[in-house]
């Protein structure tokens, strides 16, 4: 990684949450995803990234939110760099707890973001509040206080869809395509049994499923590895274990895409989260 740039990482024991306080100068993070709810915020200098099939640029007070499984990248386009605080929100997590605060969460809905950026103030605050109370490791009541202090400050901006088998936006065979690869996320999957479970050639299955997720399917079937790996991970398992089970050649070729798109080493990430030794 560029000596220019750093990652501060820590992981709350009793909800999973992660807070992250990062910088980076030039190239960030290549497209990848995540599969939980990213708030944060930006504090210094201008942070660009694509998610959404829009170009974004988010400036210090900004605060940005990305779904689980957007595809997003990281780029700093001013020779300061850029400084961003964020908070990563299990969504199970997320969505029992909102069901306990609020007596008017429908039900049978999906829960998502209305918007990628905004500039409200008052959210801005309460993921700087909430993220200080979980970086810091303050009180137990402190943190609690400070969530349920964002969670009322993100009702605003929540946008819940009703839940369906397949979502009409995509084409069929990407979907299909897309549930094959969870299905079989560690095995040694080539294009031709992915083809084949959907009833197209390769060529346009390649076409269709970029279209629809941005990413060709192996390329999507490594990201799909890669948030399997970090929940491995910050349980304590080895690196060594954990490419061996979800099917990369070796560790060194999970750390090489590991880095790519979180810019930590596998284990680097397993050390912060756990604080077991290597």
């Known amino acids: 990684m560029d000596t220019r740039n750093w990652i501060e990482l820590s992981q709350d024991a009793d909800t999973g949450i992660e807070s992250i306080r990062a910088h980076f100068q030039g190239h960030a993070y290549d ?50 760099g850029f400084t961003y605080s964020m908070l990563y929100l299990e969504p199970h997590w997320l969505e029992r707890e909102l069901h306990a605060l609020f007596e008017h969460v429908p039900a049978d809905c999906q829960l998502g973001f209305a918007a990628t950026l905004s500039q409200d103030t008052g959210l801005s605050t309460a993921i700087a509040q909430a993220f200080h109370a979980f970086h810091e490791g303050d009180l137990r009541i402190v943190r609690q206080s400070a969530l349920d202090t964002l969670l009322d400050s993100l009702t605003g901006h929540l946008d819940w869809r009703k839940r369906q088998a397949c979502d009409p ?110």
């Open 31 to 80: 497209p990848h995803w995540h599969d939980s709810f990213l708030v944060g915020i930006t504090e210094q200098g201008v942070q660009q990234f694509n998610c959404r099939r829009v170009r974004h640029l988010s400036t210090p007070g900004k605060v940005f939110m990305l779904e689980p499984g957007e595809i997003h990248d990281g780029h700093a386009p001013t020779e300061e």
């Open 169 to 278: 936006r995509l084409p069929l065979t990407a979907q299909v395509a897309r549930d094959y690869l969870h299905a079989n996320v560690c095995e040694d999957i080539g294009l031709d049994d992915l083809a084949h479970a959907c009833g197209v050639d390769r060529f346009r299955l390649t076409r269709a499923f970029k279209a629809a997720f941005g990413l060709a399917p192996h390329a999507y079937l490594i990201q799909l590895r890669l948030a399997k790996a970090r929940r491995l991970l910050a349980r304590g398992e080895l690196p060594a274990q954990v490419a061996s089970a979800l099917g990369f050649a070796d560790q060194s070729h999970m750390g090489r895409w590991f880095r790519r798109a979180y810019q930590l080493t596998p284990a680097d990430y397993r050390k912060r989260c756990s604080n077991l030794p290597d």
